[in-house]
């Protein structure tokens, strides 16, 4: 038994689902205002950030993760400008961002300072220096409520969220009328890109009913999908816009677009990555086509 | 606590990372001569077939599986006639293969007799009455054997085996010399299609190294990848020939070809998904470029 | 891994400590008008009765928790003739009451028919028939109830209850109320024996407020205890009365009663085993005389 | 879920037997020569020493295990004065032993020196400055090789060891050979107290062939049982000595002598419990009773 692991993160995934990863280290056991706070050191997958019990980030595989989330969305719009991140405390979107030469404006609105500043602390390479950009302007306050009352357009906007629990601070971002508020604080050309949950089947419905709803309010949505694996498996995006297709970009422009604007090297994104994120399973294209749940202020998405 | 599920089927993934799968019933616990054999119930999967306590499929995502593993070389072939699964001892990829009205003769080596007798009693939905096909023969020997003494050549191969456990009845099936037995076997346009593990991070060297090993043996070599939940991720097949590139097929072809060949409706495979599947992320295609690892008899794989 | 056991049960004990039992088969898993009732099969303890997910009884060392709870009660009493049990669905207090010469009358009440009924085909061992001795009487009523309606009035009565658990059946009958009304149904050398839970530390409180409410009612208190392995550790039990004390009882006084009135051979239980229960550790004795703890209709006791 | 815990320690008791602790710490987590040794934080019982994935003790509970092993041996014996531990590196048998104003010498033997720094650092409670004692002489030897060499005789010994592990440190100390040694080495009246393992009726071997063991080198040998819930349930002893025998105290002799010899309060033990102690059920002393395991260097014992 000696060489055996004895010390273990639980993950209820779904109530019939549970991951176990083992972990070597417990450097942070916290609690915000907001949610419960821990940053857990595992000899799978390196340091992990994990709030109100689930990973939301580990060391090694969230490169993969926020190349998908960022990357697509950039690439997507002629030249992004002011860029827009709600959630993404640890700093990686960020991180990504500020890989864009043209990038001149950054706003992030995490209601929960202390996910920051234990990430910066604990988690230095996801952020990378990125809050120390004077490019960088970072508000704790509702996301919803700033997009509400400011009168500024981004030409990205990344909704980079928890998901959606019912004690939790991010249900509300998850609904048609937090859709409209965003299609309104976009420019004209502008993107948006939503983490939008598991495509695993067990939980598929949070997946299908996000690109449900977007498309209440944007004429393009496009759902796409990159494996996690210290998310358990595969998982759900949706980029949407007024006219832009991300299908609509060959493999090749891609690549083009990424040498002519990244000053940086990527380790999951490029042209035949992109081609396979956006091409989905055809039962999943069906469960997209079939449903008709909008999700709303009055009857919102809950995920276990 | 009266409704969180209290048994549990729990799979040792990595020495590092356990998935636990609720169970509501215990169908059949049994061991046959090679290995331990269950069929669980599930309320997350339906009912599950677990061999020497992996799964290897659930009811409800095992079309995923066997779609991923069957179509893209029955497509690829310009007119399977003959075929050829060494395992899949569950009878579905028999069913995957009686679709296609060209299949003439169907030949399965699976050397675990107790695998199918179970899987038909206690798993119906998974062969749907393929054993009883006049088409098909089934043999419970060695598979490595087989094709080392037959004459017979196949248009497709599909190698459908449990992971090559240090105790398990396949690891000799995933070398470089089986590979030679396996390109002789096959007719000039012969496609094989394999079955390689977990692309997840932390279990990725047996995918990349099968992909390699196939390469010392076959001119075409083509990873790809599909995810099935039950697996707790996104997981690896390679398809292997002397001439033919499923990657040179454009979904409309695909299509096409689907249409024109087979009998039923899919749920999973289709042209798009087809172009999805082989459109590997940067870091996996990156991987097996830098690779060097040829698994042989003198130094077979074993993963967890 | 491969003789790994890959399906357990868990059971959580409290918030912070879970027992995992492995299962080797699920006999039973269902719901009745009152709780989620189970009989698994596990190579460690045999079969077991789960009810709202914890382990009532294991074939294995059900003797030690009924002998535990069962014989002292009816050493003490001079002569029982009239006993009662309030739940003990699965028949084993029978067995032992039966196990009298004395015994004329055996009144049992256990709200959920279910049980008996499960517990008769998958757990015969336990009851040995005691269902069909023509001197039992089984009500499928409310325990409460039917003592605050009888007048009869009973040598030995046991309290065979499940934890008292919020949504559960049995926690008005762990109450200052219920305990009055017990002591009226009592002939006047009567004797009560209760379950009382764990004496864990990490769960203690349920065993002291237990012994202390019994004190409001009863002039003889003598908490006692027994390990019963599938249990997790070592169980309480109370014995009340109005006037006889287990605790002067002498080892050989104890082994003279019961070879006088016993008509079968005792695994667990003897004169020594006697002075063993009641001789508890000075914290638990010094626990007791701190609490001031009373449970009642108004404060009622929950379990985890 | 948010406040539900996320990390666990797990201990496989058995291969069929399971116990999860949820942690909220790792304070140290490392290897020696010997083994591997963590201390963890727990929420149920304090901070917690494991080696080998064993808990040796918990902050909340050692009171028992360690009064229940030290004290029954020195208010047996006529007037301890100098005394033996092997193994207890965490140092709370030797805060027991300093406790008798009798005791001038006290000899310490625990092979892993890296036990005894990682316990005072984090676990200063345990050993309260023992080790600082002028009385007090600590060795980092075989314990085995030290009592065959030394012609020093003890009054008290004390075996306090973690379990035979077929790679541990320790199953040389667990048979024939070593106990013939340690007769060797006691004074006339001298006394031996051995921890003996889990008295759990799944793991019940080792505890009754340790008790068999010691009768072939012992004239008096007197099992005995305490319940350490970090344990899991109920632990075994074993007190051998020429001629005294703890059974023949009675309750009243056993608080007088604590009252006259001892300087400080204890919690767990006094008169009633020590007869609690050796009052041990009926199926245990069958078990023994009815055992010829007798454990030697060439049938070692292993436990899980």
């Known amino acids: 038994m000696t060489d055996t692991p004895h010390t273990w993160f639980w993950e209820h995934v779904t109530p019939y689902f549970v991951q176990q990863f083992s972990i070597s280290g417990i450097l942070y056991n916290g609690r915000s205002e907001y949610q419960s706070i821990q940053v857990l050191d595992t000899p799978g997958f390196g340091r992990c950030l994990v709030l109100d019990g689930k990973i939301q980030c580990s060391e090694y595989d969230e ?35 500020l890989a864009y030469d043209s990038v001149k404006r950054v706003v992030m609105v995490d209601i929960d300072r202390q996910v920051i500043e234990v990430s910066r602390e604990f988690l230095p390479s996801l952020s990378q220096g990125a809050f120390d950009d004077s490019r960088v302007e970072v508000l704790h306050v509702d996301a919803k409520k700033y997009l509400e009352d400011t009168r500024e357009k981004f030409d990205v906007v990344v909704i980079d969220l928890t998901e959606p629990l019912e004690e939790g601070p991010s249900y509300l971002l998850y609904t048609q009328e937090f859709y409209q508020t965003l299609k309104d604080r976009l420019t004209p050309d502008g993107v948006v890109a939503v983490q939008s949950g598991s495509t695993s089947m067990v939980i598929l419905h949070g997946f299908v009913a996000v690109a449900n709803t977007l498309k209440t309010a944007f004429p393009v949505v496009a759902p796409y999908l990159a494996e ?46 992109h081609q396979g994120m956006f091409s989905v399973p055809k039962y999943l294209r069906e469960d997209i086509a079939r449903s008709n749940r909008i999700i709303t202020v009055d009857s919102p998405l809950f995920t276990y």
């Open 63 to 97: 490169f993969i993760y926020h190349e998908a989330l960022v990357h697509p969305a950039m690439v997507l719009h002629p030249c992004p400008e002011t860029v827009f991140v709600a959630g993404g405390g640890e700093g990686a979107v960020l991180r990504e961002f």
């Open 228 to 273: 996690v694996p210290a998310f358990g498996g595969t998982w759900g995006f949706t980029l949407s816009s007024r006219r832009l297709d991300p299908r609509d970009l060959s493999s090749e422009e891609v690549d083009r677009r990424l040498a002519a604007r990244l000053n940086k090297k990527l380790r999951f994104y490029d042209g035949i990555a």
